[in-house]
């Protein structure tokens, strides 16, 4: 009986030295990870970027005004429309690549519910 308790107690122990040392193994592979996604990064025209950016912008200005004076359809058509131009676009096809080398080692976020059966007025921070 004083051999199981030991053999317990020992094993209770390894158990807790050995969790912060996987945590440990957790940021160090995190971290690699991040330098491969900077590294990946840098070679992206930050200009175009920039350009993309301000597009969005005003496209996301746009689709909200339309949601908010009923025009759902058209609201939907333009970020159909817009959507498929991103997914033509290859300096985002590059983004996109990069931040393919960090999803497995960052903390899963709401960003990632599947909104594709929604219509576009009804997703977003407000909801337009």
């Known amino acids: 009986m004083k051999n199981l308790v030991m053999i317990v107690g020992l094993m209770a122990s390894t158990a807790t030295f050995a969790q912060p040392y996987q945590a440990e193994v957790d940021m160090e592979k995190m971290m690699a990870q991040m330098k491969k996604y900077q590294t990946c990064i840098k070679g992206v025209d930050q200009s175009k970027?920039?350009?993309?950016?301000?597009?969005?912008?005003?496209?996301?200005?746009?689709?909200?005004?339309?949601?908010?004076?009923?025009?759902?359809?058209?609201?939907?058509?333009?970020?159909?429309?817009?959507?498929?131009?991103?997914?033509?676009?290859?300096?985002?096809?590059?983004?996109?690549?990069?931040?393919?080398?960090?999803?497995?080692?960052?903390?899963?976020?709401?960003?990632?519910k599947d909104e594709s059966n929604q219509h576009v007025c009804d997703i977003g921070p407000e909801a337009h």
Request: with cysteine.
């Open 49 to 112: 970027l920039e350009a993309f950016e301000r597009r969005a912008n005003q496209h996301e200005a746009k689709v909200t005004s339309l949601c908010a004076s009923g025009k759902r359809a058209q609201a939907e058509a333009m970020a159909t429309s817009f959507y498929e131009e991103i997914e033509r676009d290859p300096t985002l096809k590059v983004v996109l690549k990069c931040g393919e080398l960090i999803t497995n080692v960052m903390p899963s976020t709401d960003l990632e």
